[in-house]
């Protein structure tokens, strides 16, 4: 994607969802074959990295984007592409946590960074606009759905009360539904290959196949400046950024932030196309979550196909398709069918992936400020539009010294009582395994009973 360095030929682009076929990149991919000089060098070509490059990108900043493998193949480009401000269904958690005036910042700031998104579009890209409808499953949740109502109506959020007659049309099983406009829908790979085409257009490079090793990968030199390694060049720049995602875990710089993530393992299918789907998302319904903490999920595809994805354990796991008869793919497609009021049609595409998720949901920012005015920078999160606050975050801090939300997304914020506890628990091994499925236990029983 850059206009400098070695095109790569020697192996396939391995990307996925499948529900795309086709998908090309008119800027062949480029590896680094040679030492170069930036403002800011970014370790990590997912959602985040490339957020934060576009967005200093946009800012005049010379950005060097180095990625281990392509984008699109890694955790940011398995996902079911939906972009939405709603990351949480209890408002009032949130509000207790940071606060009205915080939240109202937070919401503000989301609703700017989306703003940016529709830009990087044309007419033919796939790119949805709509609703998600969040439903309950639980008999007498309904109390539930009507404060997240009141809630969204205190901070001007789109949003409407679904009664069950108007949910029943399409679906079963659920009592109310909180239904929230603002939401957006697009192909995950689609939307990073047009940052990454953005942040070149603006005088970025991206190179990818040139991974930075979490060991001696980068060094600041005498007069300040970081030097990062990759397939024997290095790139010397004012500030570094490491936004590698699921690998956070391996970069002993980003260990304060790894000890509040907690990595799920994501089950994923798309169906063929049915035309009740393709009514649902003519309607401008994009997305359904069940409000429930171990939530299912699904999205109308404007093709008239579904997807249907869950967090389902604790675990990593490389991304890599699976067979339609997958026992948790079935369990997903069987959760799916009780829930929709027409037989689904069969499944055309299955994967499983792996993510990792902040334990009180929103991001996690660490900013080192050095002595010559540069800054290291860790930064990662589990969606696209959290993502995008991100870049904005970034960029704000490192070109004009301004980053007043590090308080509210620093790793070291107030912490939920579950932060405290996954904070305490080694950074690897058994004892955190287990900490985490025994964590997943409690989350179930907490969903099913109360």
């Not at 200093?56 to 281990?68: D, F, M, N, P």
């Not at 970025?204 to 060049?233: A, K, L, M």
């Not at 994805?309 to 497609?333: F, I, M, R, W």
Request: overall charge neutral.
């Amino acid at each position: 994607m850059s206009s400098q360095g070695s095109p790569i030929s020697e192996r396939k682009w391995n990307i996925a969802p499948y529900w795309l076929e086709g998908l090309t990149r008119d800027i062949g991919p480029k590896q680094l074959t040679r030492n170069l000089s930036a403002d800011v060098t970014i370790v990590g070509g997912g959602i985040t990295g490339l957020s934060i490059g576009w967005a200093l990108s946009q800012a005049g900043r010379k950005v060097v984007i180095l990625e281990a493998g392509r984008i699109g193949e890694g955790s940011s480009g398995w996902p079911a592409g939906t972009i939405t401000a709603n990351h949480t269904l209890d408002l009032k958690k949130v509000e207790d946590n940071l606060g009205q005036d915080e939240l109202k910042r937070l919401i503000q700031s989301m609703e700017e960074s989306l703003s940016r998104l529709p830009g990087l579009f044309g007419p033919d890209d796939g790119f949805q606009i709509g609703s998600s409808l969040y439903l309950s499953t639980k008999p007498g949740h309904d109390h539930f759905m009507r404060d997240e109502h009141e809630m969204r109506k205190k901070y001007n959020l789109p949003t409407k009360l679904r009664n069950n007659d108007e949910v029943s049309r399409y679906y079963k099983g659920f009592s109310s539904a909180v239904e929230c406009g603002g939401e957006y829908g697009v192909h995950p790979v689609r939307l990073l290959i047009a940052m990454a085409k953005a942040i070149v257009k603006n005088g970025g490079q991206i190179y990818e196949d040139s991974p930075v090793n979490p060991e001696g990968g980068f060094e600041q030199c005498g007069h300040g400046r970081f030097i990062t390694y990759s397939r024997g060049h290095k790139v010397e720049s004012t500030h570094l950024v490491l936004s590698t995602g699921i690998h956070t875990a391996d970069f002993g710089d980003q260990d304060e932030l790894s000890r509040l993530l907690v990595p799920v393992v994501n089950h994923v299918f798309v169906t063929e196309p049915h035309p009740e789907i393709k009514a649902m998302a003519d309607e401008g319904i994009i997305n359904g979550w069940d409000s429930q903490m171990i939530y299912h999920y699904w999205r109308n595809l404007p093709d008239g196909r579904l997807l249907v994805g869950g967090a389902d354990d604790p675990g990593v796991v490389k991304a890599h398709a699976v067979t339609s008869d997958n026992a948790e793919v079935q369990k997903l497609y069987a959760w799916a069918q009780k829930h929709h009021n027409f037989t689904l049609p069969p499944i055309q595409y299955a994967w499983k992936a792996g993510l990792v998720i902040p334990v009180d949901g929103l991001p996690l920012l660490k900013i080192e400020k050095r002595a010559n005015g540069g800054c290291l920078v860790s930064a990662i999160t589990d969606g696209f539009a959290f993502a995008l606050l991100l870049g904005n975050v970034v960029a704000g801090a490192i070109t004009s010294d301004q980053h007043d939300f590090d308080k509210m997304l620093s790793f070291s914020r107030h912490r939920v009582l579950e932060a405290r506890l996954l904070s305490w628990l080694p950074k690897k091994g058994l004892l955190r395994t287990w900490g985490l499925k025994a964590g997943f236990a409690f989350f179930r029983l907490q969903d099913r009973w109360f």
